[in-house]
């Protein structure tokens, strides 16, 4: 099979506070060649890389926002984060563990570090993705799947040289954990020193990576550090990724879906009328109620 070629690789961007909880880097749409639709159906990334939150009474994070046609996707690799929806999906997320809501047709939700956690503080690392929703499904029911870590499927790669989790999609005959709406492929791979693993999508389907932890070498000449992003190349399938010392490598790669993307705020839609209708129907109370 085809050799898909590195296209970009690109550091960390200034961090951004989301609420006062999430200090995060945003690679999706900010960085140069990947707005929402080069991505797609990846639409947004944002990455708390390491950082040390001090202990607070208060939990801190992200208050009552609404969401529209699309799904969030957290992934905690440190601390913990306590979350509640208007649909009653809701619950605490730690180490390794991964939270899916769908948003689709409307919630309103809350992030916050969960309060215990909140109190020590300590090293906080996540991810945030939001991941689009075909036209046929914008306006579906909002759903939650809660993935902890022992529940992820995982492939054990040979000698001991690692894992790769499969938050979604399958890797080796292996399923993931989440439901998806299109084809999407997302995983975890925990290399050590030394490991490797092969990875094969359709050449159509948009692939990148995210370095958590170590340093990486991508199809053998490619060195990637911490915290850096990497566009993969619509030019083939096959990829690999090695590890220099024990690495996390988020690996994502889903089937684009083709249809316009109109995007404001929390709002993810089709059309700009749709965006109206998104503000219209939120200021009516029609994604329903969530206390402070
Ligand atoms: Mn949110």
Redesign the pocket.
């Known amino acids: 099979m085809k050799t898909r070629e590195v296209e970009l690789v690109v550091g960390p961007r200034e961090p951004h506070y989301v609420g006062d909880g999430f200090r995060v880097h945003n690679f999706i749409p900010s960085a140069y060649r990947l707005d929402m639709q080069r991505m797609n159906p990846v639409i947004m990334m944002d990455y708390n890389s390491k950082f040390n939150f001090p202990p607070s009474v208060r939990p801190k994070g992200?208050g009552v926002?609404p969401?529209r046609g699309f799904e969030?996707v957290t992934i905690a690799y440190k601390g913990k984060i306590e979350h509640h929806d208007s649909s009653g999906g809701g619950g605490i997320i730690g180490e390794g563990d991964v939270q899916w809501m769908t948003a689709a047709g409307g919630v309103l939700?809350k992030?916050f570090h969960e309060s215990e956690w909140s109190k020590k503080g300590g090293e906080f690392q996540m991810v945030q993705l939001w991941i689009n929703l075909p036209a046929k499904d914008k306006m579906s029911k909002p759903k939650y799947q809660s993935i902890a870590n022992d529940k992820i499927n995982r492939f054990n790669l040979a000698d001991d040289k690692g894992e790769i989790e499969i938050i979604a999609g399958e890797y080796q005959g292996i399923k993931g954990s989440a439901t998806t709406f299109t084809p999407l492929h997302l995983f975890n791979a925990k290399l050590k020193e030394g490991g490797l693993a092969t990875f094969s999508f359709p050449t159509n389907f948009n692939t990148a990576l995210l370095v958590i932890e170590g340093n990486v070498v991508v199809n053998g000449e490619n060195k990637v550090p911490t915290d850096n992003f990497v566009l993969m190349a619509n030019d083939g399938e096959t990829f690999t990724v090695s590890a220099d010392e024990d690495s996390i490598v988020l690996v994502l790669s889903g089937e684009p879906i083709d249809e316009p993307i109109a995007a404001h705020g929390?709002f993810v839609m089709n059309t700009r009328a749709e965006i109206a209708q998104a503000f219209e129907d939120f200021n009516h109370g029609k994604f329903g109620f969530l206390e402070d």
Do not use: M, R
Request: charged residues 15%.
């Open positions: 992200v926002h969401h969030t939700h992030e929390p």
